[in-house]
């Protein structure tokens, strides 16, 4: 449901805007501006694209420059941290997405099923179903016939392992968030030593042998904070996803056991 209102909100949005456009264009059409007024649009337009071309290209020049001057060594760590962190973090947000499921609609699945075909009606509905809630439900029913309690220390065991399936990979995110910033600040560190090398080695305090120093040395900083605000980000939706399939997970196994209790009292 809440993906059918988000397409009616962006169709009717593109319409909106589609709307906009005709008045706009029938606007325009209605002033029919003169051959002067035309080939000053021209211009402008051009001069638009062309300085907007320019600015994209000046920031990727910009962007490299400054990761020439942070030094290469240092900047190529900060950038292998970036990528191993978002490929670390895509990774877990893609498995998240997945693993998250309708809990209520698959309980409504499962009681339908125990009602109409008994255990193994329920257990295939959950083997056709992905997601840890899914699974955390197959191995109670697999153990109905143990008894209630045996099927809930069976869905607290397995939880506990689908919790940890959720939360593999989090470490190595956190890894890079901690290691970017600290192989910015050993950047600035060494930065700062070679200013005063040079200072030593010209035997004066010149701004010009100092400023090469400290930009080198803020540079690495400001990289490495980067990736590290970047990596935080994906860290905490990820951790904000685990709680919620988390606690979908037991609220749901607690319904689960229930509907084992009804069905068995029903035989």
Same mark, same amino acid.
């Given at each position: 449901?809440?993906?059918?209102?988000?397409?009616?909100a962006?169709?009717?949005?593109?319409?909106?805007?589609?709307?906009?456009?005709?008045?706009?264009?029938?606007?325009a059409?209605?002033?029919?501006p =003169?051959?002067?007024?035309?080939v000053?649009?021209?211009?402008?337009?051009?001069?638009?694209?062309?300085?907007?071309?320019?600015?994209?290209?000046?920031?990727?020049?910009?962007?490299?420059?400054k990761?020439?001057?942070?030094?290469?060594?240092?900047?190529t760590s900060? $950038? @292998?941290? $970036?990528?191993?962190?978002?490929?670390?973090?895509?990774?877990r947000?893609?498995?998240?997405?997945?693993?998250? =499921?309708?809990?209520k609609?698959?309980?409504g699945?499962?009681?339908?099923?125990?009602?109409?075909?008994?255990?193994?009606?329920?257990?295939?509905?959950?083997?056709?179903?992905?997601g840890?809630?899914? =699974?955390?439900?197959y191995q109670?029913?697999?153990r109905?016939?143990?008894?209630?309690?045996?099927?809930?220390?069976?869905?607290?065991?397995?939880?506990?392992v689908q919790?940890?399936l959720?939360?593999?990979?989090? =470490?190595?995110?956190?890894?890079?968030?901690?290691?970017?910033?600290?192989?910015?600040?050993?950047?600035? @560190?060494?930065?700062?030593?070679?200013?005063?090398?040079?200072?030593?080695?010209?035997?004066?305090?010149?701004?010009? $042998?100092?400023?090469g120093?400290?930009?080198?040395?803020?540079?690495?900083?400001?990289?490495?904070?980067?990736?590290?605000?970047? $990596?935080?980000?994906f860290?905490n939706?990820?951790?904000?996803?685990?709680?919620?399939?988390?606690?979908?997970?037991?609220?749901?196994?607690?319904?689960?056991?229930d509907?084992? @209790?009804?069905?068995?009292?029903?035989?």
């Amino acid at each position: 449901m809440k993906r059918l209102f988000a397409l009616i909100a962006v169709f009717g949005m593109l319409i909106f805007v589609a709307s906009n456009a005709v008045v706009a264009q029938d606007e325009a059409a209605t002033q029919e501006p =003169s051959a002067t007024q035309q080939v000053d649009l021209a211009v402008d337009q051009e001069e638009t694209a062309a300085a907007a071309a320019e600015e994209g290209q000046s920031l990727h020049s910009a962007l490299k420059q400054k990761f020439i001057e942070g030094g290469a060594g240092f900047m190529t760590s900060i $950038l @292998v941290c $970036l990528i191993l962190g978002l490929a670390f973090a895509i990774e877990r947000v893609l498995y998240l997405n997945f693993a998250t =499921s309708n809990t209520k609609k698959l309980l409504g699945k499962v009681e339908e099923a125990l009602e109409n075909g008994g255990v193994e009606a329920a257990k295939d509905v959950c083997r056709n179903t992905r997601g840890p809630v899914a =699974s955390i439900f197959y191995q109670g029913l697999d153990r109905a016939d143990h008894g209630i309690d045996v099927v809930e220390k069976s869905i607290i065991s397995y939880g506990g392992v689908q919790a940890g399936l959720l939360e593999k990979g989090l =470490s190595w995110i956190g890894l890079f968030i901690a290691l970017a910033p600290m192989l910015g600040f050993l950047g600035t @560190v060494i930065g700062m030593i070679g200013a005063f090398d040079s200072i030593e080695a010209a035997g004066d305090i010149s701004p010009t $042998l100092v400023a090469g120093g400290i930009k080198v040395a803020l540079i690495t900083t400001v990289g490495g904070l980067v990736v590290a605000i970047i $990596l935080q980000i994906f860290y905490n939706y990820c951790l904000n996803k685990i709680d919620s399939i988390i606690s979908n997970m037991e609220d749901s196994s607690i319904s689960m056991i229930d509907l084992l @209790v009804k069905h068995n009292l029903k035989k």
